[in-house]
């Protein structure tokens, strides 16, 4: 079955920066666009990113651009999002997901990052 | 990249039909027929319920259905159960290439 695990999550102080990685299994990597979704402690659900399947396309959230990075390696089945500049509202819970179809199909679990000092 | 606009709350009682509406612009929900919905239960990640407006996945309920008229798409779920009691979110794909999520709503079975 299909399993997406985030990690790299944590507390970071205001200005620093993080990196989260999504291992993906129980699917072919290579063929899945992929995005990165968070969720705000209690509050909805908030597009961040998005990578073609072959990585040739990036797509960013207007509140997020210019701060973070996605990037994938297909030869380790890996999602990545590098966060920096952080500040107290990118606190939430980031999911990976897949999308082969304009569509947010499987989710991970998500890792907890919190922007504290 | 404002959110679409859902209701906050919905609320029905066991075995009634409820819809769930979520409104946005001609640059996304009117303007393409890629929007989905999602179940979300305390603590869990979200669940694809319906996509391309009125597609349900392989194990999902015939009970939750799509449309979209305009600018706006709604879910509805028929012969609410208990267990359908959870956050709904929609999406949609926008002009810019992005995405974008509604504002969610609160589905309460009474």
């Known amino acids: 079955q299909v399993q997406l695990v985030e990690s790299g999550g944590g507390v970071v102080q205001p200005g620093g920066s993080l990196r989260l990685s999504c291992a993906a299994s129980?699917?072919?990597?290579?063929?899945?666009?992929m995005h990165w979704v968070r969720q705000a402690p209690g509050k909805g659900l908030e597009w961040v990113a998005y990578?073609?399947?072959?990585?040739?396309?990036?797509d960013y959230a207007d509140s997020l651009k210019g701060r973070i990075t996605i990037s994938r390696d297909n030869s380790k089945n890996t999602l990545y999002v590098q966060m920096n500049s952080l500040r107290a509202e990118d606190t939430a819970v980031y999911y990976c997901?897949?999308?082969?179809?304009?569509?947010?199909?499987?989710w991970g679990q998500g890792t907890l990052v919190t922007v504290s000092s | 990249q404002s959110a679409l606009t859902q209701p906050a709350s919905v609320s029905g009682s066991p075995g009634q039909s409820i819809t769930i509406s979520c409104t946005g612009t001609?640059?996304?929900?009117?303007?393409?027929?890629?929007v989905s919905w999602y179940q979300q239960h305390p603590g869990k990640a979200p669940k694809l319920m319906i996509y391309e407006v009125s597609n349900r996945p392989s194990g999902v309920s015939n009970r939750f259905s799509g449309s979209k008229s305009g600018d706006t798409a709604s879910l509805t779920i028929s012969g609410l159960l208990a267990e359908d009691e959870a956050d709904y979110y929609c999406?949609?794909?926008?002009?810019?290439?992005?995405?974008?999520f509604g504002t969610g709503t609160k589905v309460t079975v009474l």
């Open positions: 997901v897949t999308d082969l179809r304009y569509l947010f199909e499987y």
């Open positions: 129980g699917l072919t990597f290579s063929y899945y666009g």
């Open positions: 999406s949609s794909y926008t002009s810019s290439s992005t995405r974008v």
């Open positions: 001609s640059s996304d929900v009117g303007g393409y027929n890629y």
């Open positions: 990578i073609r399947s072959d990585g040739s396309n990036k």
